[in-house]
């Protein structure tokens, strides 16, 4: 998307491959394919990187997006939970994670009177309670996330391997409920089986909604996949705050892959790319001219689509993005209706907003019916509490804080008429459902830019597929996919229909996310590992 983004330093634009052969060449300078980048050098292979965009990063960059503010925010991109430490280790990344001291916050209204669920560690027992007037709840919420904690102690260790058959992963996981809850019935069943409180089992379901537009009991299952990822991620489904920002993750690849060898080219597009299944060539639009670069390999950096198109393959069906995103700075957290509740506490985690079960269930129908929804769910976090490091010392001394909100069941189809007016509407309805838990309304404590415009942007499915090329503005390039091997995957999941040409980007089977798993896998791939 456009602005500035994090200053990883980079090859000049100008100046043409030092090569006409390589190794590797890699398409899209995203988070995977800077992974990729420094395993293969790392490896002793030569390796160049071409990014379309000005700089590296893809959907993982900090950038300065409000003019005169010293403030960087992860602009796409915010939390990681997927990245593997291996990767780290492996290419001696300095990059590093922090714990958030709250998981979220849900307010409420009982009995007319603002309430809420926080979910922090000794305190979610007594959260549960006071919401819900009993034990029956928060006991299972334990049982229901220790057999999700099971579940991710097993399958997160296999996504850096080959893909598990599907018989190999259930045996794996050795848990015949857990095993039907996730992998077999809508994970509607489970919710509704397991929890009798609709704002608690809104709070559950989110997790397979994020990027994913699907119904609690959508019988593709979509929804479960989705689950799956939000909820195994280091093992424990715990979700981090990068330290720097994301920029810091993408910049630190950067390094570690010219570190190792590896040759990185911006503002180099490549156009097409032509193969026999021994070698290939790749057409690449650079700031000089068209010219033709040669290699045994090419590992593609982004979407299935994208992939076609270079090949001159049919495309594969269109995807669909469903989310909105919005970045504020402020000069103060708001103040809650919930006095039980301090907002460092409440922001620190994940905010939920409009996220009851029937709210969700509300929202999905109304968007199916082409109408943006009455009550748009979300969920919000403040980076700055955690990590005050992305703000400027001024910024920082003054209490400014960030925040960062996603939102869910707003499809595509819903912008195409007009995407500026359905934006601002739906900012304005999402931000309406945010200030109903509120003292204040927040665009109150909105910082203001140097030109005195509020610090507050947002970007729907169609901005993200013009700035990122994101197909439809989906997250995640296409639906999410079960972690093991089903038809036509291949042995890591990167293969593609054609020999030495490799799919590195989110698309890839156990893609989505920053992980940095797609960039790991094809690489291993391309290593015949």
């Excluded at 959508?218 to 093992?235: A, E, K, M, T, W």
């Excluded at 269109?318 to 509740?341: F, S």
Aim: some cysteine; glycine content about 10%.
């Amino acid at each position: 998307m456009p602005a500035p983004r994090s200053a990883s330093p980079q090859v000049p634009a100008g100046r043409s491959p030092a090569h006409d052969r390589y190794d590797a060449v890699i398409v899209g300078g995203g988070h995977n394919g800077l992974v990729a980048a420094a395993y293969l050098a790392r490896a002793g292979q030569s390796v160049l990187v071409l990014e379309r965009l000005g700089t590296t990063g893809g959907a993982a960059v900090s950038t300065r997006p409000f003019a005169g503010v010293d403030a960087r925010l992860s602009r796409y991109s915010y939390l990681v939970s997927l990245l593997p430490g291996k990767i780290v280790r492996d290419l001696g990344l300095d990059f590093a994670v922090r714990k958030r001291n709250f998981s979220s916050y849900t307010p409420a209204v009982r009995d007319g009177r603002p309430t809420g669920l926080l979910v922090a560690g000794e305190g979610t027992r007594e959260s549960f309670a006071a919401l819900t007037g009993g034990e029956r709840e928060y006991a299972a919420w334990q049982r229901f996330y220790g057999m999700t904690r099971h579940v991710a102690e097993r399958v997160f260790p296999t996504l850096t391997e080959p893909l598990p058959a599907r018989d190999a992963l259930r045996r794996r996981i050795d848990d015949a409920e857990a095993w039907r809850t996730l992998f077999e019935e809508p994970i509607g069943v489970a919710v509704e089986e397991n929890f009798t409180d609709d704002l608690v089992r809104g709070v559950v379901l989110t997790d397979a909604l994020i990027g994913t537009f699907a119904d609690a009991h959508d019988p593709s299952l979509v929804q479960n996949r989705c689950f799956l990822y939000h909820v195994i991620g280091g093992g424990s489904g715990d979700w981090d705050v990068p330290v720097g920002g994301m920029g810091a993750l993408t910049d630190a690849l950067a390094g570690a892959a010219r570190a190792a060898g590896a040759e990185i080219r911006v503002r180099h597009e490549a156009t097409r790319i032509e193969t026999d299944g021994a070698r290939a060539e790749v057409t690449v639009s650079t700031p000089d001219g068209e010219r033709t670069v040669a290699a045994r390999r090419v590992l593609v950096n982004a979407s299935p689509q994208a992939l076609a198109a270079l090949l001159g393959d049919t495309p594969p069906p269109p995807a669909e993005g469903a989310q909105l995103k919005v970045n504020m700075l402020l000069t103060r957290l708001p103040r809650l209706r919930d006095r039980a509740v301090d907002p460092r506490q409440a922001f620190a985690g994940t905010f939920h907003i409009a996220e009851g079960y029937g709210q969700l269930a509300d929202a999905y129908r109304q968007a199916s019916a082409g109408r943006l929804p009455a009550a748009p769910p979300s969920e919000i976090y403040c980076h700055s509490l955690t990590d005050p490091s992305i703000l400027g010392p001024e910024l920082a001394a003054r209490g400014y804080q960030t925040l960062t909100l996603f939102g869910l069941h707003t499809p595509a189809r819903l912008f195409a008429a007009d995407n500026d007016t359905a934006r601002s509407a739906l900012l304005r309805a999402t931000l309406a459902e945010l200030d109903a838990h509120l003292e204040e309304p927040v665009t109150d404590c909105l910082a203001l830019d140097e030109n005195g415009e509020p610090c507050i942007e947002a970007r729907t499915p169609l901005d993200l597929e013009r700035d990122l090329r994101l197909p439809g503005g989906h997250i995640f390039h296409r639906d999410l996919s079960f972690p093991y091997a089903a038809e036509g995957t291949g042995r890591w999941g990167v293969e593609t229909a054609h020999a030495g040409v490799l799919l590195c980007g989110a698309g890839a089977v156990r893609g989505g996310g920053v992980s940095g798993v797609p960039g790991h896998n094809a690489a291993m791939a391309a290593l015949g590992r």
